[in-house]
């Protein structure tokens, strides 16, 4: 796919999002870079190609035909296109946070920019933030995830306080730090104790006060061949997919709706929903998100997880 015609094809996701009402045809044209420079037959042919291109891999045009407009609009619902909690491996999340400070610096966000630039000057209403559907994040309120991640990426040493269990005294630990894990919600650094003169593994949430970074950056080397998701304890076989059963708020959750494997109309305004799941701390933080639209019926494990997280929230 050419350059000009993949932002293009983001250009109209972007605009389609950011709209708060349908948008026409010449709407769309005169509001996203590449098409206004193209006749009406041209445009027409283009606009028809690229709605089904996104819709064959998967983004939700929406088609709204008002009796007192002459055509149709279009619009993309953010419930429908937004997609659950992702769980990133090291590796992974490395390579899109590289992807990210291109995108920052590309064309794509200027010309993004220029197509709502152009929507509001014509006068359509737009979302104050449309690119935050298309960022990556990282989901973690532990305080010590940035310097720990920017002290791995710098291959520095770090020294914190930490509480290794309940009830036990606060210790200071210097680390040569590997590599920053998420294991079932929960966030992990690995690397050598040089007060254990050991490989230890550290969780983010029983660090206490600030990671202070010691010495200068290049001092530590990662072990060829160290395995992270061992050392944190990643089980090696899959885990075992169960089902569990909501109760959903009607007209609300239309995402989790869709991968759903069956929804019954229920009564006082809420519907039965039964959806796979195999990790529940991985369930919860998307259920948890959800708030007032979503109740855990069962598995007992996956209902005390939600509570779980939305106990955290509070406090």
Known sequence: MSRRKTERLLNLVICLLATRRPLSAEQIRH??????????????RMFERDKNELREIGIPIEVHRDPWEDEPGYRIQREAYELPEITLEPDEAAVLGLAAQVWQRASLAEAASGALLKLRAGGVATDAGPGEALELRVDTRDPSFPPLWEAVRDRRVVRFDYRPAAGESVRTRTVEPWGVISRRGRWYV???????????????????GQVAAVGRPGAVEVPEGVDLRS??????????ERTAVLKVRQGACEGLRQVARSVREGEDGWDMVELVFADPERLAGWIASLGAGVVV???????????????????
Do not use: H, N, T, W
């Open 31 to 44: 509001a996203v870079p590449g098409y206004d420079r193209d006749g009406d037959e041209a445009f027409q």
């Open 190 to 208: 690995a690397g050598f104790d040089r007060d254990r003169q050991a490989p230890r593994v550290f969780r983010l949430s029983r660090i206490s």
């Open 231 to 240: 050392m944190v304890g990643f089980p090696e076989e899959a885990m075992e």
């Open 297 to 315: 019926l069962g598995p007992p494990d996956a209902r005390e997880a939600v509570i779980a997280r939305l106990k955290g929230a509070l406090a």
